[in-house]
């Protein structure tokens, strides 16, 4: 029996992203650099072999341009060849793992300290898969923000043997990161949610353990100074900070 033929059933906005991504690198050849490079050499020796007469001073700054010809060409070389993999299994890849995204859709929740005297900090977990503090997250489910906000507020209430309560949409990111299971850059599509709880005994210490998973608050500035959150994790960092929740 044959293997069906996979259908891919894209949002323009999401193929609009992957290539404008990626614009650098489609249709440019192994002579990309090269044009700029022997422009600039030609443009240096023209400058150097013609007669200024009483204005041979106007050579040296001429002369500039042509360098700066010939550093452009390098550096696009260099550009080049570090992603020279993209190409056409490249982009069906990408477009591929944007048509299947919508199955690894993750919403994030921002839980602040809001009961202590550290409202600037968020609560997060140690991620064994990740090896990495991250937000609290779920499975993006449902098929709207109602039901997906019962979800959030379910499972928060299950780990964290708390209530929880204004559960509210913030906004969204289509984006892409190196994946660590994978081993690859994926595309996701992350939603970011505010949520509030109720504190109890162990929620207002620092760090805390719930049926093996440990917690901690920390705050945005202290996330940027710990370089494995940073490494594996800066993209969603930013996003949290720019938007100022």
Same mark, same amino acid.
């Not at 059933?9 to 990309?32: A, S, W």
């Not at 949409?169 to 994926?186: C, M, N, P, T, Y």
């Given at each position: 029996?044959?293997?069906?033929k996979?259908?891919?059933l894209l ?16 249709g ?10 022997i ?6 020796v023209t400058?150097?072999l ?5 204005y ?16 452009w ?5 260099c ?5 020279k ?7 069906y890849?990408?477009? +591929?793992d944007?048509n ?6 993750? *919403? /994030?929740i921002?839980?602040? @300290?809001?009961?202590? !005297?550290?409202?600037n900090?968020f ?9 990495c ?10 098929n709207?923000?109602?039901?997906n906000?019962d ?7 299950q780990?964290l ?13 289509l ?9 690859? +850059?994926?595309?996701y599509?992350h939603?970011?949610?505010?949520? *509030? /709880?109720?504190?109890?005994? @162990?929620?207002?210490k !620092? ?12 705050s ?10 940073m ?15």
């Amino acid at each position: 029996m044959k293997d069906k033929k996979k259908k891919l059933l894209l949002d323009e906005t999401e193929v609009k992203f992957i290539l404008e991504k990626n614009r650098d690198y489609i249709g440019h050849k192994f002579i990309f650099g090269f044009d700029s490079i022997i422009a600039g050499m030609g443009y240096v020796v023209t400058i150097f072999l013609s007669d200024f007469k009483d204005y041979n001073w106007l050579k040296y700054p001429l002369s500039v341009i042509g360098i700066v010809y010939l550093i452009w060409g390098m550096y696009n070389i260099c550009r080049y060849y570090k992603n020279k993999h993209f190409n056409k299994d490249t982009l069906y890849k990408q477009l +591929e793992d944007i048509n299947y995204m919508e199955n690894s859709e993750h *919403s /994030i929740i921002l839980i602040k @300290d809001d009961f202590n !005297q550290n409202p600037n900090k968020f609560l997060v977990y140690q991620d064994p898969r990740w090896d990495c503090r991250l937000f609290v997250n779920f499975h993006t489910c449902g098929n709207n923000e109602a039901e997906n906000i019962d979800n959030i507020k379910q499972h928060v209430e299950q780990e964290l043997k708390t209530k929880s309560d204004n559960c509210a949409f913030l906004f969204d990111k289509l984006h892409s990161k190196f994946s660590v299971s994978a081993k690859r +850059e994926k595309y996701y599509h992350h939603k970011f949610y505010r949520l *509030s /709880i109720e504190a109890n005994s @162990d929620i207002q210490k !620092q760090s805390f353990t719930i049926d093996g998973k440990t917690y901690y608050w920390m705050s945005i500035a202290e996330m940027e100074n710990d370089k494995n959150i940073m490494r594996k994790n800066s993209d969603i960092i930013s996003f949290v900070k720019e938007s100022n929740v």
